[in-house]
């Protein structure tokens, strides 16, 4: 469930991850995970799902937002602008940013936008997971958005396997040697808290991660073990 501690903010959970406290109920989990696949569909895709407006960075008020949703999901009827702030404070993947009374994804959109996110304190490198199948081609011809915008690389591997296990069971994983990438004037943006974008990456900054990294092998066992 959703819940707010008076001293260090909302949590997922039944207690405070810092001080054990128990907090002040917020939402229950089936509320919440509701209310974020509508918010996935309306700040990623489909605004005008809801009639709501969104401008050329990303952004939707929150208030509109809130009453569009009410408007078609009656039980949201208690919803308000800023139940999406907490949302977004207890969402450890960084997936949302709250501005005032204006909200947005910061990645993973289908829709075009000029995202205006941070470019410093990237990471040495960075990864990306694949198709075992694949991994030939990429190191051959690189990583492109295909049906995304950006291409989502991964702050860890750990990260990148958990990523690539929606779609993949075992992934391969890719290194991104971001320092070189950068230097040659290749831009990556800072998303979510463990999500970067770019628009591509050649071929030259690739590294295929060994399927016996202890990284890898260690989400392998624990995906076994479920």
Not at 52 to 65: A, I, P
Not at 148 to 174: C, D, F, Q, W, Y
């Amino acid at each position: 469930m959703l819940r707010q501690c008076r001293e260090h903010g909302h949590f997922s959970g039944t207690n405070c991850p810092v001080c054990n406290a128990e907090g002040k109920f917020i939402m229950s989990d089936r509320e919440a995970n509701s209310l974020g696949r509508i918010l996935a569909l309306v700040l990623r895709h489909a605004p005008e799902k809801f009639g709501v407006e969104m401008d050329l960075n990303g952004w939707v008020n929150s208030r509109e937002l809130s009453e569009a949703i009410q408007n078609q999901r009656r039980h949201f009827h208690w919803l308000r602008g800023w139940h999406f702030e907490a949302i977004a404070n207890a969402d450890t993947k960084g997936r949302y940013q709250v501005e005032g009374e204006m909200i947005r994804a910061t990645y993973g959109h289908s829709i075009e936008l000029e995202l205006d996110l941070p470019t410093d304190d990237i990471p040495e490198a960075l990864y990306w997971p694949c198709d075992p199948e694949t991994v030939s081609t990429h190191m051959e011809y690189g990583i492109t958005a295909g049906d995304r915008k950006h291409v989502h690389l991964s702050k860890t591997i750990s990260n990148a396997m958990e990523a690539g296990h929606v779609r993949i069971s075992r992934p391969a994983i890719l290194e991104v040697d971001t320092t070189r990438a950068i230097a040659d004037g290749y831009t990556i943006w800072r998303a979510g808290t463990t999500v970067f974008l770019c628009e591509e990456m050649p071929s030259e900054y690739l590294y295929h991660v060994e399927a016996d990294d202890p990284s890898i092998q260690d989400m392998i066992a624990m995906w076994e073990e479920e």
